[in-house]
């Protein structure tokens, strides 16, 4: 297995990227990959994420905020949260919105608004389609939540359409439901660990972004993942020889190393064997010892198995 390989893919060129994960799977790092990767092509690329308690962007260092900031030609970052999002909204939609400001940014609105069910992932989507369709940018690099709370998110268009026969907040859900579900505007990547845990978490996400909603599943994204030390036939050679009488300390305290590693790589094979009977792609990911700019330059390789043009 080489890194970035698999099957031949079709090109993902829906405007919205989705990455979602079982926290500690580095899918930051990835969404932070890959929305480098299309602003290098040349075209306008956001990289949204929603509200963190993080204050400055993790691997871009660049402080967070609701308006996109640049961090490089091409590429901005924006951090979404639901006042902000209302905010904006009384600003565009109703006369002398701007006034309305203090009141929506105060404590008791916070709390009303937090109380009401749907409401805050109702404002989160609205800003993410403002992002992907009205937006002037070419593509959206989504760094979603894991599945719990993607989940709420999915479901806030269908419950709306169902709870209003009509009106304004029926249209704004529609309108998002037609983004999100749409294979040929959205696409989902998940990522996963090549570790029980994550893994089971990547197969529900499978689950229901592709069977419950439908949405276009891109391949899956197995970061840190780990080469065997030997081809087959190498290892035994290095065995049979590790064996002999003559063989040396050294030689055999890297045959111990050797095995360490093998037993990983089938281990991790163990881990990730699910994902095939769950009939989906996957990309591997290497473990690197790195940080910020330099993981993703050295990640830019691997993931050169996603085509994000025809």
Not at 83 to 94: F, H, M, N, Q
Not at 123 to 142: K, P, S, T
Request: charged residues 20%; contains cysteine.
């Amino acid at each position: 297995m080489r890194y970035g390989d698999g099957m031949t893919r079709a090109a993902l060129l829906q405007r919205l990227i989705v990455l979602s994960g079982k926290g500690g799977v580095g899918k930051t790092t990835l969404a932070s990959a890959i929305a480098c990767q299309l602003a290098g092509s040349g075209q306008r690329v956001a990289l949204v994420t929603l509200d963190t308690r993080d204050s400055r962007h993790p691997i871009f260092d660049i402080r967070l905020d609701y308006m996109p900031q640049q961090v490089r030609p091409g590429l901005w970052v924006a951090r979404v949260d639901p006042i902000s999002a209302l905010v904006d909204y009384s600003r565009s939609r109703l006369p002398l919105g701007a006034l309305y400001e203090p009141v929506l940014r105060s404590r008791a609105v916070r709390d009303f608004t937090g109380a009401l069910p749907g409401f805050e992932e109702l404002m989160l989507l609205g800003r993410l389609y403002n992002f992907a369709v009205e937006l002037e940018f070419d593509r959206v690099v989504f760094d979603a939540p894991a599945l719990g709370h993607l989940r709420q998110l999915l479901e806030v268009p269908g419950a709306m359409q169902r709870a209003m026969p009509g009106g304004p907040v029926r249209h704004v859900a529609e309108r998002m439901a037609g983004l999100l579900f749409d294979p040929a505007r959205t696409v989902v990547l998940p990522v996963t660990l090549p570790e029980q845990m994550p893994v089971s978490e990547a197969l529900e996400l499978i689950a229901c972004c592709r069977d419950r909603f439908g949405m276009t599943l891109g391949p899956v994204l197995v970061n840190r993942t780990h080469e065997p030390p030997f081809a087959p036939e190498e290892w035994r050679r290095v065995h049979a020889l590790a064996r002999s009488p003559l063989a040396s300390a050294p030689l055999q305290n890297l045959v111990f190393e050797a095995e360490r590693r093998m037993r990983q790589h089938e281990q991790q094979g163990e881990a990730l064997a699910p994902l095939a009977s769950a009939n989906a792609d996957a990309i591997h990911l290497p473990a690197l010892d790195l940080v910020d700019d330099a993981l993703i330059e050295a990640l830019a390789p691997a993931l050169g198995g996603l085509r994000f043009f025809e």
